[in-house]
């Protein structure tokens, strides 16, 4: 079983419908949990961090941690074509020196069609 | 200003032959990392570096792999006798210190793909 478990899809969507992305994990000392979303034949940009268990928005964007369940999730509003990317979930046990060997899912390859 | 910038942003080689990957970081930025991204795959750590010495080299898969930072700004990888399993994405990426400003942010560039014929 791997660390960190995401389906990679394809999804695909119309423009405006809500997207649900989602990472399973079996490290408990994961600490930090991360989404980058990366365009197609470009680097892994970072998209948001949350920090242990809750919620994080920012703007249309959504992540949602349930570390009791080892879930995290990425919710995306009214999703745009401009949002059609790769999102990978990554994690870290904690912040600070050494916390540098990120731990990325799959990615989820997600379609928006206008 | 200017991001993390890779080259080349394609290579093709033969099985057997050497490769160098290069990367230059974002001016400032004291550490620098190298993940391998394969086809439907997340990246995956190879090295670390915190100016000019490897600091974590754990992810290496062999001794066909090997990374310098001679100066702690340009990093080139290196791989001997290529095989076909080597091909993937290689990425760099740099933050302002290993203590990251953000938790878990790193700057990554566009990659130099591989292809090992």
């Known amino acids: 079983q791997k660390e960190v478990e995401q389906d990679p899809g394809p999804l695909s969507v119309p423009e405006g419908a809500i997207v649900s992305l989602n990472c399973t994990y079996s490290n408990s000392a994961f600490q930090y949990f991360m989404w980058y979303r990366q365009y197609s034949r470009k680097g892994p940009e970072l998209l948001m961090y949350t920090y242990s268990s809750g919620n994080k928005e920012d703007g249309r964007f959504t992540a949602q941690v349930d570390k009791s369940s080892k879930y995290i999730s990425l919710f995306i509003r009214d999703s745009q074509p401009s949002d059609s990317a790769t999102y990978l979930c990554?994690?870290?046990?904690?912040?600070?020196?050494?916390?540098?060997?990120?731990?990325f899912g799959k990615g989820t390859k997600l379609s928006v069609i206008p | 200003g200017a991001g993390v910038s890779q080259t080349p942003s394609n290579k093709v080689t033969e099985k057997g032959k050497y490769v160098e990957l290069r990367c230059d970081p974002i001016?400032?930025?004291?550490?620098l990392y190298w993940y391998r991204q394969s086809l439907g795959q997340g990246p995956e750590f190879l090295i670390y570096?915190?100016?000019?010495?490897?600091?974590?080299d754990s992810g290496l898969p062999n001794d066909r792999f090997f990374a310098v930072r001679p100066e702690g700004s340009v990093s080139t990888l290196k791989i001997q006798r290529t095989e076909r399993g080597d091909s993937a994405m290689y990425l760099c990426?740099?933050?302002?210190?290993?203590?990251?400003?953000?938790?878990?942010?790193?700057?990554f560039g566009e990659g130099s793909r591989l292809t090992v014929l």
């Open positions: 570096f915190q100016g000019t010495g490897a600091a974590d």
């Open positions: 990426a740099s933050s302002p210190s290993a203590g990251m400003n953000t938790p878990g942010e790193l700057f």
């Open positions: 990554a994690m870290i046990p904690y912040s600070g020196a050494g916390s540098y060997q990120l731990t």
């Open positions: 001016s400032g930025h004291t550490a």
